[in-house]
């Protein structure tokens, strides 16, 4: 049992460490725009502003919506995003010909969205807009002051961004109501000259499970994430008794199971176990991580 629990208590702690990085990307490497009904067919290329509006454009309603991105390739893929806070700043120095010193107005209130195709600042309009998914997109409530610095918890919205690379690129905001003017929300963009109220992502994520880097997985586990039981399932028929092992985040043993010869899988329960990231393995040395969401 001592040769067991040794390595498995220096591979969970391997897997659970934490990494915090703050995402702020300037000039030469911001992606953001903000697309205009208006000019159906012509990018806003470096714009300093960050848009969702519905106003007027030479006597005629007009809609905007922003887009803007954040490079997450440093994050990999099965990666728990624990914590992902999104900053966005009042622009009171807009270049738009409403907004001004005043840039949020009327009854704005919007929504994120991840955006599911590629685009490009450079060449992006608003009849080439990529798609968006409503999947865990985020309120963003009407302001309560026409300068105002939004704060929003996009936690769930980067974790599907990090589980989906290739379908993610990045953030849209638009307005629930894109037919009632005068509303707008202006924010800086990564463009804008104060560098401090550029877009900012901060992240706190627990690295992918080291254990499966360097450890050949004997069974697999479903569902996962899981609320009351688990299912372990083997890769074959298990030839001797094996007992497993459940592992909170700092190493403390908090279920045991002993699983007869002959066993294909077990269904376990944990219930009982509070929400968070565990590991399992046996005493064969394997081991997976499970995560608990009630």
């Not at 804008?192 to 499966?212: C, F, M, R, W």
């Not at 609320?227 to 030839?239: A, E, L």
């Amino acid at each position: 049992m001592k040769h067991y629990f040794l390595p498995l208590l220096f591979l969970s702690n391997i897997a659970f460490a934490q990494t915090n990085i703050v995402l702020q990307p300037h000039y030469e490497d911001g992606n953001n725009t903000y697309l205009r009904d208006f000019n159906p067919t012509s990018p806003a290329v470096g714009a300093v502003d960050l848009t969702s509006y519905v106003w007027t454009c030479d006597g005629d309603p007009c809609v905007g919506r922003a887009f803007f991105t954040f490079d997450l390739s440093s994050i990999n893929v099965g990666a728990i995003v624990e914590n992902a806070t999104l900053f966005l700043y009042a622009n009171t120095t807009t270049t738009l010909g409403f907004g001004g010193t005043e840039p949020h107005t009327g009854v704005n209130a919007a929504h994120l969205f991840r955006v599911t195709e590629d685009w490009d600042y450079h060449t992006a309009t608003w009849d080439t807009q990529p798609d968006i998914t409503f999947d865990n997109s985020v309120v963003i409530p009407t302001s309560i002051d026409p300068v105002q610095d939004y704060e929003l918890d996009v936690t769930e919205l980067v974790q599907d961004m990090v589980n989906e690379p290739a379908s993610s690129y990045g953030f849209s905001i638009q307005l629930d109501n894109e037919v009632e003017f005068y509303t707008s929300l202006i924010f800086a963009s990564s463009f804008n000259s104060n560098e401090a109220k550029h877009p900012k992502l901060d992240i706190t994520y627990t690295g992918q499970n080291a254990v499966n880097n360097y450890y050949l997985n004997s069974f697999s586990i479903s569902p996962n994430p899981a609320q009351s039981f688990i299912n372990v399932n083997f890769s074959k028929s298990t030839t001797t008794p094996v007992v497993m092992n459940v592992f909170d985040a700092i190493g403390n043993v908090v279920k045991t199971v002993n699983v007869p010869n002959n066993s294909n899988e077990i269904n376990l329960e944990i219930s009982d176990l509070a929400d968070g990231i565990y590991l399992i393995g046996n005493n064969d040395g394997y081991s997976k991580k499970f995560v608990i969401t009630k």
